[in-house]
Every structure is written in structure tokens, then in C-alpha cells.
């Protein structure tokens, strides 16, 4: 409570000054002013001032008014302290249902795994190099988390292709490749429609990461930008492990030569911006294959 008249600021500054203090914008304020002074009372409400007393002071009213003004702010708190605990039960169960989203990612990239052993390390790789890519790229912060969650599940859609052409030692026969292809679309299949942006992430992805920068991949055949920024990332990422690591129907490539295809394919296969953002990490691409070999 304060006076309007006082000796070393008038009772309009006080408050001003008094609700830019941190934590008093809700505090409870009473001005005392004389009866006639309306235009003040309109400037102190403008300023902050919750009630008024008018001189001379009425003990009754006084008393009335300051009660009214600590159960409000009793209310206030109570009502802050209800939504703070609101908002932690919703940060729990939130953290609760990402690590159950999670924990689906992580089995469905498993799924495909376990049909072909050769792409368990390949799937950590190939995530975190997709990361790097969007990193690079000056993507968001929470892009690049989404490309690290969701790149895992480029290649669920293999779920359905039977073992005699996935774990084929070699050359797949034309008529062998075309169902092997089909691992795109069935991929998206799987995850489309989901409310979980991780899985619509890896739907897309699914979809286009076999699609190439001059419109000569597959499923779609699209080119250019027209293929989502997703599948030109992962595109990078998944052709570049694949050619580093040890397969049925062949032995790896070294950095160097699977660094080479990459530039050679630039603008071809693969999108410019990509690659360029890829081999801007070089350093970072050799520190990712040692942490997880094969």
C-alpha cells in the first residue's frame, strides 16, 4: 500500500518502478488518493495499481480491501503453483511417450536387421552421418535430432523382400532388383499416416532415399528439390556407408575411393549442397566410422 503523495517520488513512479522488480508483476498493489482524483486512478490501473482507498481511510474499508487483495493473491499463487505442477506432469509424460516413440523406432530399424545382418552398425552409421549432413547444412537444432531419430528407418520397408533376394551373395537379376526396389514403398506403407513426427520423418525417407538428383532414381523418379530435403540427406548418408562396408555381393571401398563416388555423382545422384556439406565434416565422417565398426 502506498500514498500517491509522497516525499521523494510521486506514488505513479513508485509503481511503475515497483512492477518492473522481478517477481512483483502480480503483487497486490492499493494506492491512497483523495476522492476527486479520477484521471490519477485511471493512470495508476494504466500502470499496475490493483485497487484504491479513498482519504480520508476508513478503517472498515481498509481492512475489507486489504483482506480482498491478499486472497487474491493467494488465488494467484495457488493458481501458479497448480499450473507449474500441470506443467511438470505433462514434461513427464511427454518424456514418457518420446521414449516409448523411441523405443518403436529403434525396434522397426531392428526388424530390418535382423532380415539383413549386414546393416546393424550401418544403420548407427549412416544416422549419424545424416545428422552431420544437416548440421552442416545450418539445418535447426531440431531438425538435425529429427534426421538422427528418424534416418534409422530408411530401409524398414525390407521387412517384406524375401530372404533369397535380401541375403543373395550376388549379382540380383534384374527381375530380383525390381522386387528389391519395392522396399521403398513398402517402407512408407509401413509409416505413413502416423501422428509421431519421427515415423511421417521416416515414412519420407523411406520413400525417396533411393531417388536421385537427376531424376533418374526410384521409386518416383523425382529430381532436384523436387525430392524432400530428407531424402536428398539420407541419400548421401546411406550410399556412402553402403559403399565403405563389407556386403554379400562385395568387399568395401576405402574412405577415399567411396569419397570419390560421392563427388563424382555430385549433381548426378546426389544433391551438390549435400555432398559438400557431407565432406565438410571429413574429419568428423572418419571419427563416426571408428565409434562404430562393423
Known amino acids: ?28 498493489v492499493l494506492m491512497v488518493t483523495a ?22 481511510i476508513d478503517r472498515i474499508e481498509f481492512s475489507a480491501r486489504v483482506r480482498n487483495m491478499l486472497q487474491l493473491r493467494s488465488a494467484q499463487k495457488q493458481l501458479a503453483d497448480r ?26 530399424s531392428r ?28 539445418l535447426d537444432k531440431g531438425f538435425q535430432k529429427l534426421v538422427l531419430e528418424a534416418a534409422p528407418l ?41 501422428a509421431s513426427e519421427v515415423l511421417m520423418a521416416g515414412a519420407e525417407i523411406a520413400l525417396h532415399h533411393h531417388e536421385k538428383f537427376d531424376g533418374s532414381g526410384y521409386p518416383g523418379h523425382l529430381s532436384g528439390e523436387s525430392i524432400p530435403i530428407l531424402g536428398r540427406i539420407v541419400a548421401v548418408a546411406d550410399v556412402f556407408d553402403a559403399l565403405t562396408s563389407v556386403r554379400p555381393y562385395k568387399s568395401a571401398w576405402s574412405m577415399e575411393d ?15 549442397l549435400c555432398v559438400d556439406a557431407f565432406l565438410s565434416g571429413w574429419d568428423e565422417v572418419f571419427n563416426i566410422r571408428r565409434q562404430f565398426e562393423d
Request: proline share 4%.
Open 35 to 56: 476522492n476527486d482524483q479520477k484521471d490519477i486512478r485511471y493512470e495508476a490501473l494504466e500502470n499496475g495499481a490493483s485497487d484504491f482507498l479513498n482519504k480520508p
Open 111 to 138: 526388424a530390418a536387421e535382423f532380415r539383413d545382418p549386414d546393416t546393424g552398425a550401418h544403420i548407427k552409421r549412416m544416422a549419424r552421418y545424416s545428422q552431420l549432413i544437416a548440421e552442416r547444412l545450418n
Open 258 to 272: 567411396a569419397r570419390q563416388n560421392l563427388e563424382d555423382g555430385s549433381g548426378k545422384h546426389f544433391d551438390p
Open 83 to 108: 499450473a507449474m505442477h500441470l506443467m511438470v506432469m505433462v514434461e513427464e509424460q511427454t518424456q514418457e511417450i518420446r521414449g516409448r516413440e523411441q523405443e518403436l523406432i529403434y525396434r522397426l
Open 154 to 194: 530408411h530401409d524398414v520397408g525390407k521387412i517384406g523382400i524375401q530372404d533369397y533376394i535380401l541375403l543373395k551373395p550376388g549379382k540380383l537379376t534384374d527381375e530380383e532388383f525390381e522386387i528389391m526396389k519395392s522396399h521403398s514403398s513398402l517402407g512408407y506403407e509401413l509409416l505413413k499416416d502416423s
Open 1 to 28: 500500500m502506498h500514498d500517491y503523495m509522497m516525499p521523494e517520488m510521486d506514488g505513479m513512479q513508485f509503481i511503475r518502478k515497483f512492477r518492473f522488480m522481478p517477481g512483483q508483476e502480480r503483487i497486490p
